[in-house]
């Protein structure tokens, strides 16, 4: 077997039909990955300022069975990411030759420990699916054949497992008192974003991250110019009510980020572009599922109402529009957000799972 760096276009090129070919005959997938991927490739996204990127083709015979990509984020140094991977079935002497390259990369630079299931941050994308692979790929999730779970088990030593949790929007109970919720909702203000002061948005969702999630097991500080680019490759999708802010006394203390599930406008072997633009302008009211996405708030305003007030303005807004809520992935030791989960959706739905190896 060979192994190859991905250093030129032909060979970036080739990484991305890999990618897309392992996906080509199911009908689950939706190709939503491809141009970050490419733009990482290429070393034209904010992250690679900030990185070392090795991308790797493992070859066998000539025809490609294995592509990864080798990560060390400057503010994640003591860890060695095996991000963007895809593989053909039944190649485990092709994985232990990634391992081998891995774990020599790895002291190379004085790192113990190799983190599997994290795509550069966990706003690209955290977790490898591990359940319901015959459930449609929604926006912003992630999707693997499952055999990419047995790849990596053998290997791990940590397993870290998320969910995520869906449920009709009809059947949705705050589970408060009406008295509680108009004294919430009179104490803290909740706007939608306002896309003509973008860069001001952005900086407000970077701070608000950043202050919120530093206690979170694989969360790193964000930058402005790496969410300023996400708002930016996705502002024609985004309206600007999926960006909700909450303020005391005009401070802003937290935010909320949900979308409607656009991966029900791309149809299996298409690829999220100029079309999903489109065809999200004509055919929005036809999406009938949304999903919360992020939810954030600073320290000093946890457990006070600010996220209750989020979720009511929210609930204002999809309360007719949408016939099921899907939450984004929670750590299955976050209770506080698992319990948000369950009283939004009415069931644990699809699981993930991120693999950590010492060295």
Known sequence: ?????????????KYVKFCKDIYKDNIYYRDIMSPTL????????????????????ISDSGEIVMVCTFAIVDRMKDTLQIAYFEALENQEEALEIMMTYGRKMAEEHGIKKILIGLNFHVNY??????????????????Y??????????????????????????????????????????????????????????????????????????????RRLEEDLELFNDFKLLLKEENL????????????????????????????????TIIWNKLFSHKIQRFKIVELGVVPAYQKTGAVLALFNHCWQIV?????????????????????????????????????LIHL
């Open 144 to 221: 693997n054949p499952p055999y990419y779970i047995e790849y990596f088990k053998k290997y791990a030593h940590e397993e870290i497992n998320l969910v995520s949790y869906i449920g009709n929007v009809k059947d949705f109970d705050f589970g408060v008192k009406e008295r509680l919720m108009k004294k919430v909702t009179a104490k803290y203000t909740v706007r939608k974003a306002d896309f003509n002061q973008i860069k001001r948005e952005a900086e407000l969702y970077t701070n608000i991250n950043n202050e919120a999630f530093k206690q979170h097991k694989f969360y790193y500080e």
């Open 244 to 275: 909700l802010f909450v303020e005391d006394e005009g401070n802003p203390i937290g935010f909320m980020l949900w979308y409607p599930d656009f991966n029900e406008l791309i149809k299996p072997n298409e690829t999220m572009g100029s079309k």
């Open 1 to 13: 077997m060979e192994v190859k760096v991905v250093d030129d276009k032909t060979s970036i090129n």
């Open 125 to 142: 994308g955290l977790g490898l699916l591990a359940n319901n692979f015959q459930e449609v790929q929604t926006f912003g999730g992630a």
């Open 38 to 57: 490419k733009s990482i490739l290429l070393g034209k996204a904010e992250i690679c300022k900030s990185s070392i990127i090795k991308p790797i083709l």
């Open 319 to 355: 309360k007719d529009k949408y016939q099921y809520c899907e939450s984004g992935w929670i750590l299955e030791e976050n209770y506080a957000s698992k319990g948000f989960g369950l009283r939004w959706g009415d069931k644990e739905y699809k699981e993930y799972k991120v693999f």
